[in-house]
């Protein structure tokens, strides 16, 4: 679709009330939202240890083993979602936790914290949907615009869908190294990192062997010592499915952040020289809400409130449920589209979108903004 920019003076009222909303709710963090990280904390290593201690009760029964897995599972999506994602992005610097500092966190997931924060935080949130700058839109695998130059092998991205969300740590992981071509094609040259390519691939197997060796070899082992073997295969296996369910997970809620039919992408002449509320109009018009219960948001890290993270990415999580409410008031104000809906909604039409730019365009060279 295409993107009608506003008056020059409806973006300066439009930033000015966003600006509004951000410095008040910034002005109430402090010990509430302190808890609140806190107590996801406690619940995400409760989840953690239970559900790798109750997975080795599979050895009297097999719902036992069932139920350690989802714990297992729940606690993977809580470290790397409300836990991971969010003090990554420096919402809970302020406190002065060494385990809460964005800079020292790694998640419990094969990819490497420091390649996530120089993908992500820095050319997703700043380039956020301009085709070319942000490899985050599509992740260099899928098609999702006509502004994406049309090649066969987007035939069958509807199978690299399913690929990617069975496999999505493993595609966060690899996503800085594919964008240097490191392991296929031309390898691109040094310098535009501030590593260089070789530190880059030893940071990336080292963090994959630390994963591998916590979940497939260490814990298993530890269990089959006592119990036998049989059981070492039942905690591998078991260690795999809650891999899965947060793999499973973490791209559905993703995916409906920013791939959704409504979302907008922007060529990079769009975007000189912006204007912040230009910057703010990108960011909601390039992002999908989703609705649904509290529990849901939690588990969603709050990404269910991905216009709100993406105005305001250092504001605690926990805040963006209030934040939703004020910025969907500004958006109806100014006439600026607010995309939101539940989670089978908006999945619906991520799968629809990859489904149609799996065609090629219609006409030699036809450009449409998506």
Known sequence: MTTHLPSAETLESFHKDLDEIRDDIMAKVGQEDANYIRKI??????????????????????????????????????????????????????????????????????ADGNSWRRTHNFEHHTYTNIIGKDRDFGYDTLRLSDD?????????????????????????????????????????????????????????????????????IFFPAVVGLFLGWPMFFAILGGNFVANLIRNLWANIIIFCGHFTEEVHTFN?????????????????????????????????GHLSRQIEHHLFPDMPSYRYMEAAERVRQVCAKHNIPYNTGTLWDQYKTVVARVIKYSRPPKKTGEVANA
Not at 69 to 98: F, R, S, T
Request: aromatic fraction near 14%; charged fraction near 25%.
């Open 41 to 110: 904390v406690r619940v995400q290593r409760f989840l953690e240890l239970g559900g790798r201690a109750v997975m080795v009760a599979g050895f009297y029964h097999w719902v036992w083993w069932l139920v350690g897995a989802v714990m297992l599972g729940c606690a993977k999506i809580l470290d790397n979602m409300e836990i991971g994602h969010n003090v990554m992005h420096g919402q809970y610097d302020w406190m002065n936790d060494p385990h809460l500092n964005s800079r020292e966190f790694d998640w419990d997931a094969v």
């Open 148 to 216: 994406v130059k049309w090649k066969d092998h987007y035939r069958f991205q509807s199978i690299r869908l399913v690929v990617l969300m069975l496999m999505f740590e493993w595609a966060v992981a690899y996503h800085e190294l594919f964008g240097e071509r490191i392991f296929i094609g031309k390898r691109h040259k040094e310098g535009k990192l501030p590593i260089s390519h070789a530190q880059l691939i030893k940071d990336f197997f080292t963090k994959i062997r630390l994963a591998v060796f916590r979940d497939y």
């Open 268 to 300: 990079e002449e769009e975007c000189v020289n912006e204007s912040r509320g230009q910057w703010y109009y990108r960011q909601i018009l390039g992002s999908s809400n989703i609705e649904g219960s509290k529990v849901m948001h939690i588990m969603s």
